[in-house]
């Protein structure tokens, strides 16, 4: 017999044989009668013993431990006691795989443990329901911005996770040792998604992980994180890039909202769609709206994380919005992002942004500076060796056109929609300067 899942029974079904296969949420004795909670992915169902009828089943449901992997063959039966109107009258149950006792973390406890203590028994605080749905809203967030890309003409690509070289400063670089050279974990698919524009290319993505040797203990970063990448070409300026990064964040927010009810009201929120286009912010104004909600950043300065909050807060309360572009980022401040395209009219500003959710970064693109001579120009003022990045320079000799593009953070997206305090909840095995394990 094949085995159901918990939410594919219903009271319909009486007098139905289904066998079902889940973990003892918890069970109990009343008298007569025993019962389990049988728990899978999509719910629980309520397993009932009449002792008098099956002493057996009983003792073997009365004695097994909490957590532990029954399976269950038994009658759908109509019930008013029960909170789905049934019950399963069982006429075999398995312990198939038993759980020790204590349990590391409890699956329903009404205290939440310590985020370290959940973090290390991963797989048991999985198991909650809460914890679970992070997971199903950020795969259905993936599967809207996959389906909104492809629709615009995007082709997904993957490009190497080890490197040569590293494309975002040598500060956060995890370097390792390849086959006796020095290589480096990808910081950003930068340099490899922009030399597929070369390639001619002309609209890509990538979903993959980045990794940044992030030596401080923060809620908003982690070692490994879900990178989604976007390049394109022949664009005219950084506005069109920032149309995609918008695109993506609208398009995702709508499926969540239109398609997937009965996810958010699992989780307990509820999205409001955001207004169209987004506000476009410049970095000037972003640091006056920031300072008159008592920020205290001069003028040139990076605004930085309480600067970004103090932002999210004004945004709010001017306009009630929630996400908003900040625009034309000092080139002061952009120094370090060698491959960043300046104004022509202005070289004092970038054609950079980011895209702030909530008074924090989740996106930061621009157009990329495609003219060699001023590309090996800005390079030289970062100390950079071009002879080192060879192929990304490579590509700028024979036909490079016009491009940009963006990094997106899946797990800060994620983290701002459904409000979760540290970016670790977003991540099922997070990375981060202490841990390494699971
Ligand atoms: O702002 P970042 O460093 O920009 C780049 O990587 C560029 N190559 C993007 C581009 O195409 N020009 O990273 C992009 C985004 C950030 O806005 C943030 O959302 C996320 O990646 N991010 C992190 N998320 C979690 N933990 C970290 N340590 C992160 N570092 C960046
Ligand atoms: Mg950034």
């Known amino acids: 017999m094949r085995y159901i899942r918990t939410n594919e029974i219903s009271a319909e079904m009486d007098g139905k044989e289904v066998k079902i296969g889940g973990w003892l949420q918890e069970s109990r004795n009343l008298g007569g009668i025993s019962f389990g909670i049988i728990r899978d992915r999509y719910g629980t169902v309520q397993v009932t013993v009449r002792k008098k009828e099956s002493p057996d089943l009983a003792k073997i449901i009365g004695e097994a431990n909490r957590e532990s992997v029954l399976i269950v063959t038994g009658r759908v039966s109509k019930s008013d006691k ?73 082709i997904e690509v993957q490009t190497p996770k080890i490197a ?8 956060t670089l995890f370097k390792l040792d390849y086959f006796g050279k020095t290589a480096y974990l990808a910081q950003s698919p930068q340099l490899y998604k922009q030399n597929l524009m070369g390639a001619g290319f002309d609209k890509v993505f990538e979903i993959a992980p980045a990794f940044r040797a992030e030596a401080s203990d923060t809620v908003r970063h982690l070692a490994e994180f879900t990178s989604l ?53 410049s970095y000037s104004e972003a640091i006056e709206l920031a ?28 306009w009630n919005e929630e996400l908003y572009f900040i625009t034309d980022f000092p080139t002061e401040l952009k120094k370090a992002t060698f491959y960043a395209m300046r104004k022509d009219d202005n070289p004092e500003l970038t054609t950079y942004f980011d895209l702030d959710f909530r ?80």
């Not at 300026?237 to 695109?247: N, T």
């Not at 398009?251 to 909202?257: F, G, V, Y």
């Not at 300072?291 to 001069?298: T, V, W, Y």
């Not at 320079?393 to 899946?410: C, Q």
């Open 82 to 154: 029960t909170p789905r109107g049934f019950e399963i009258i069982p006429n075999s149950i398995v312990i198939d795989s038993s759980a020790q006792s204590p349990l590391p973390l409890g699956v329903v406890d009404r205290v939440s443990a310590e985020l370290d203590t959940r973090l290390n028994n991963r797989f048991i605080d999985l198991r909650k329901e809460n914890v679970e749905r992070i997971f199903e809203v950020k795969s259905e967030m993936l599967f809207a911005t996959r389906s909104y890309l492809r629709s615009i003409g995007f």
């Open 164 to 171: 040569a070289v590293g494309a975002e400063g040598g500060a």
């Open 229 to 281: 990448d976007v390049e394109m070409s022949f664009i005219e300026s950084s506005e069109d890039v920032m149309d995609v990064a918008q695109g993506i964040t609208f398009e995702s927010m709508k499926h969540l909202a239109e398609k997937c009810k009965p996810l958010l009201e699992k989780c307990g929120i509820e999205i409001e769609l955001p207004k169209l286009p987004f506000r476009r912010i």
């Open 291 to 318: 300072n008159s909600e008592g920020a205290k950043i001069r003028s040139g300065e990076d605004l930085g994380t309480e600067g970004e909050k103090a932002l999210g807060t004004a945004v709010k309360s001017n």
């Open 359 to 438: 008074g924090q970064e989740i996106v930061s693109g621009g157009q990329r500076e495609h003219r060699l001579d001023k590309l090996l120009a800005q390079m030289k003022e970062n100390n950079l060796d071009p002879e080192r990045f060879g192929f990304y320079i490579e590509a700028f000799k024979y036909g490079m056109p016009p491009h940009g593009g963006f990094g997106y953070g899946v797990e800060r997206f994620v983290q701002k929609l459904l409000d979760l305090t540290n970016i670790r909840e977003a991540i099922l095995y997070p990375r981060d300067r202490l841990r390494l394990m699971p």
